[in-house]
């Protein structure tokens, strides 16, 4: 099955086209939002069993993005990304507990809802799309400060996962981890999130008042504008191919 594309957009212009899967989620949303502003053609991926596939598609098309409804098959979405030619895709792809957990009660395989399934595995269906298009865009994947070699962490190690395969790929990329992302409008409460977001954020005032300031800087949260501001920016830099970003040096970007 290929994709359908749902609105008319059609003027990618001089700067070419870019591709955002995970772009209903948190900050997803205001990548595309950034990106057409900067007069960028994109395509807003949305899963096609979305329960709210309509209000997004309405929500994107009045932003001036396309939106894209390529299932998460592989063929499909090398298809896709082979007919569109996009010099970016952005992988802003995650997934929670809670998730696997309502998938369970609803009587579906919470496995589907695994971070081994959704973050290490649809980023890495997405990135094997993307080096079969024949195009080689830059990869821009989102990850997560503190991911690393040997974590015993479920969510990191398949973040870790994720960042080894696009480094094998042979792909151009970036990779971004930021801290805690915070911020209103999510549509998950996540209320741990966000204590823990405030803890850590009153913990490294304290720590940058004794005179720690880079480590407030490096673990600090920002928010979702903040960082698709950077991951914008980012991408477009050629500077920054081949390169990881932490927090700190996202925080910088956005700001500058």
């Given amino acids: 099955m290929g994709s359908q594309i749902r609105s008319s957009r059609t003027d990618e212009g001089d700067r070419g086209l870019a591709f955002v899967a995970g772009a209903t989620g948190f900050t997803g949303r205001e990548v595309v939002r950034l990106l057409v502003q900067q007069g960028i053609g994109t395509v807003a991926h949305v899963r096609p069993d979305s329960p709210r596939l309509e209000e997004w598609t309405e929500r994107f098309s009045a932003m001036g993005a396309r939106v894209d409804v390529t299932?998460?098959?592989?063929?499909a979405m090398t298809s896709t990304l082979s007919r569109l030619r996009p010099v970016c895709v952005f992988a802003l792809l995650g997934t929670t507990r809670a998730r696997a957990g309502i998938a369970a009660r609803a009587g579906r395989d919470p496995a589907a809802q695994s971070?081994?399934?959704v973050d290490y595995g649809l980023t890495a269906l997405l990135i094997r799309a993307a080096k079969a298009s024949g195009r080689a865009p830059r990869f821009v994947y989102l990850?997560?400060?503190?991911?690393?070699?040997?974590?015993r962490s479920a969510y990191y190690s398949a973040r870790w996962k994720a960042e080894e395969f696009l480094r094998s790929s042979g792909l151009p990329f970036t990779i971004a981890r930021p801290s805690f992302i915070a911020g209103p409008g999510r549509d998950e409460p996540r209320p741990l999130e966000r204590a823990g977001a405030a803890i850590a954020d009153g913990a490294l005032s304290a720590v940058a008042f004794l005179g720690a300031r880079k480590i407030k800087e490096r673990y600090?949260?920002?928010t979702n504008t903040a960082l698709a501001e950077a991951l914008v920016r980012v991408a477009l830099d050629p500077g920054a191919e081949s390169r990881v970003f932490e927090s700190d040096e996202l925080r910088r970007s956005a700001d500058s």
């Avoid at 299932?71 to 063929?75: I, L």
């Avoid at 990850?143 to 974590?151: E, F, I, L, M, N």
């Fill in 71 to 75: 299932p998460w098959e592989e063929g």
């Fill in 115 to 117: 971070y081994e399934a």
């Fill in 143 to 151: 990850s997560a400060t503190g991911t690393q070699a040997g974590s």
């Fill in 220 to 222: 600090a949260s920002m």
